[in-house]
């Protein structure tokens, strides 16, 4: 990364907005004007149902860009609520603009970085549809391990996963008893360990092959363009 390129990312994380959980950033629905860097914390975007439920879409990590699926409306398709207590920087879409027309590596960096993102939720809207509970459950948890690996290490098998029953429930389709039930069989299983909300995977390997995982966190590079100096 470029010098310029760097000092426009800094620029993009000038201000922050701390927020405790359960705050909400962006209404469905409604004008989106901001994007928001992820500083610190996690966050999850949803989309209401008809029946009054809930499908949590995507969680949203430290380094991500949330707000980027409102781009393409007046009104945001979802809603960003915060997970736990966390720091976002929030930019305007005009700040955006100047990456296309200043940076284009980086802005094609972003668009590979969201078509990841995209292919990692249409995994997952194979599995809701396709797999039984527990396959759903273990591809949930891979996901978040394989994206947690970029920022602790590509070892780490050790995370704190601050999501209830619930929230993984409305990420997987599935309700909060059948959710603690399949937890609970993986444990027994030795394929993974928990304690509260901090869980070791045992058996990786197993795990993602359970699932049928493909790890969509590592993005091809070598055909972005190059740097302007």
Same mark, same amino acid.
């Given at each position: 990364?470029?010098? #310029? &390129?760097?000092?426009? $990312?800094?620029?993009?994380? /000038? ?7 359960? =705050?909400? *950033?962006? @209404?469905?629905?409604?004008?989106a004007?901001?994007?928001?860097i ?9 989309v209401?149902l ?51 027309s ?13 078509? #990841? &993102?995209?292919?990692? $939720?249409?995994?997952?809207? /194979? ?7 527990? =396959?759903? *459950?273990? @591809? ?9 690996r ?80």
């Open positions: 990364m470029t010098k #310029a &390129e760097q000092d426009m $990312l800094d620029r993009l994380e /000038a201000q922050q907005r701390h927020c405790r959980r359960d =705050a909400v *950033v962006i @209404s469905e629905g409604e004008p004007r901001e994007l928001y992820v500083q610190k914390g996690w966050l999850q975007s949803s209401l008809g029946n009054g439920g809930r499908q949590i879409m995507r969680i949203n990590l430290p380094g991500d860009i949330v707000g980027l699926s409102a781009l393409a409306f007046d009104d945001s398709p979802e809603t960003v609520t915060t997970l736990t207590d966390a720091t976002i920087c929030p930019f305007d879409r005009e700040r955006l603009a100047l990456l296309f200043e940076h284009p590596r980086l802005m094609a960096l972003v668009f590979a970085l969201n078509v #990841a &993102e995209r292919s990692q $939720l249409a995994d997952r809207l /194979a599995s809701i549809g396709r797999t039984s509970a527990r =396959a759903r *459950v273990a @591809s949930l948890m891979c996901e978040i391990f394989s994206r947690l970029l920022v602790n290490g590509p070892t780490s098998d050790v995370a704190h996963i601050p999501l209830t029953q619930e929230e993984i429930g409305d990420a997987t389709g599935l309700t909060a008893v059948h959710v603690n039930r399949m937890i609970r069989n993986l444990v027994e299983d030795g394929i993974i360990d928990r304690s509260g909300n901090s869980f070791r995977l045992l058996d990786r390997k197993r795990l993602e092959g359970e699932a049928n995982f493909t790890d969509r966190s590592k993005i091809g590079t070598s055909w972005l363009p190059p740097a302007r100096n």
